[in-house]
């Protein structure tokens, strides 16, 4: 078992919080916040304790990278067999009213470990714009989407709005639905369900960034 201080295990909680309720780590600024920090900074040296102590995993180049990992597992983890792979289809640019997984929609397939997302993804988006930067999802990023027809005030989801498919956070207050951007730049969208077309395309489950 792996021994942590009071505020190491306060810190995986609201990683594990976080994680189950939106599908993303907390970044370094949110976990500040929440437990009074100062700065991130201090919020980092205590990733980095939990990194060293194998009970996260901390991933450099990806956005959010923090990995819950058992803890029986080393930091280090092996190399995935490549059975245990998953194959999912990167989405690109999605044509007006035609389903999300049509073929032509399909740039390429991705091998990818399934341990690396909070749930078991359907698919890979190509993320456009930079709507939702402040939460770590930037302009060409892959988000990995699971397939949903409902979700919780809080998610990241993709949501089609008419002819437009969107990634958002989701608010719903009675029958109004508000897709709020991660960027003060841009507006949230107001969306009414008898009088819009709308429809949720899916959860968004982890994130993957390509460098080239």
Request: glycine share 8%; aromatic share 4%.
């Amino acid at each position: 078992m792996i021994k942590l201080t009071a505020r190491q295990e306060q810190i995986l909680n609201l990683i594990k919080d976080a994680i189950e309720n939106t599908g993303f780590p907390p970044t370094r600024a949110e976990i500040a916040s929440e437990l009074g920090f100062k700065s991130a900074n201090a919020a980092e040296e205590h990733l980095q304790a939990l990194a060293r102590k194998g009970a996260i995993e901390i991933s450099p180049g990806t956005s959010r990278g923090i990995r819950l990992i058992g803890a029986s597992v080393a930091p280090a983890a092996p190399r995935v067999p490549a059975a245990l792979m998953m194959s999912l289809p990167l989405i690109g640019r999605v044509a007006a009213g035609s389903p999300m997984l049509a073929q032509e929609h399909v740039e390429a397939n991705y091998s990818v470990d399934p341990a690396l997302f909070s749930a078991r993804p359907d698919y890979l988006l190509k993320v456009r714009g930079e709507s939702m930067r402040d939460a770590g999802i930037m302009d060409g990023d892959l988000l990995a989407v699971k397939k949903i027809d409902s979700a919780k005030n809080g998610q990241i989801v993709v949501a089609r709005i008419g002819n437009d498919v969107t990634v958002k956070r989701y608010r719903k207050t009675g029958s109004l639905i508000e897709l709020l951007p991660e960027n003060p730049d841009f507006k949230i969208i107001r969306v009414d369900p008898e009088a819009d077309e709308f429809a949720l395309e899916g959860l968004a489950v982890g994130l993957m960034r390509t460098w080239n």
